[in-house]
């Protein structure tokens, strides 16, 4: 099997995506995976991440690449779990504070923060409309986010997910009002939840 080859083996065997370092793993330099690039085999989807070219590329598995400390939080994560029907145009995701990376400049993800303590309250792998798994906050634990950051948001979004919630067989209330606790916002969710009654 010659390098090429192998190439398209190894994007078979994960789902059409390979990273620089599994191929370098397994023998292929990154000068082939240039080179294939180049003659439009495969396709670059971020800096050291590969796609097949007939891949159309995971918005949410290529940012969840390129922020690998970040979870997808507040309305992106909404959409994740079916509570609004809204693409996200820029995925939100939260970071630790004081964590510092290049990708806070680009814009194109918009940031919000948690004391390092909390980061993983709630995270859990969750799998994208095409089927590629990504760390997002849970639903009760993407509400608490939503409610405390409800002033930086599309506030009708927020409370829409709310009122699906509400009326989901699958809510969990209290793990909500427990993470509430947890996030210091009990009180908030609980007023949001009584005007929902």
Not at 62 to 91: M, W
Not at 144 to 164: E, F, P
Request: hydrophobic share 35%; proline share 5%; glycine share 6%.
């Amino acid at each position: 099997m010659d390098a090429t080859e192998k190439v398209f083996t190894l994007l078979d065997e994960r789902g059409g995506y390979l990273t620089s370092k599994e191929a370098r793993e397994n023998g292929v330099e990154n000068k082939i995976l240039q080179r294939m690039t180049e003659r439009g085999l495969i396709e670059r989807a971020a800096h050291g991440l590969y796609i097949g070219a007939d891949i159309f590329p995971d918005p949410f598995f290529v940012t969840q690449y390129r922020c690998p400390k970040g979870v997808f939080s507040n309305e992106t994560a909404l959409f994740l779990h079916d509570l609004s029907d809204r693409d996200p145009i820029r995925p939100a995701m939260t970071i630790p504070s004081g964590w510092n990376t290049p990708l806070l400049k680009d814009g194109d993800i918009q940031f919000f923060y948690s004391r390092p303590k909390w980061m993983g309250l709630g995270a859990c792998d969750l799998e994208t409309p095409s089927g590629m798994k990504v760390r997002a906050y849970d639903t009760e634990r993407t509400l608490c986010d939503c409610l405390r950051n409800i002033d930086k948001l599309d506030r009708d979004l927020v409370l829409t997910a709310l009122k699906r919630y509400a009326k989901s067989k699958d809510r969990d209330s209290a793990k909500l009002l427990e993470y509430a606790s947890a996030l210091k916002i009990r009180d908030t969710v609980y007023r949001y939840l009584e005007v929902l009654a």
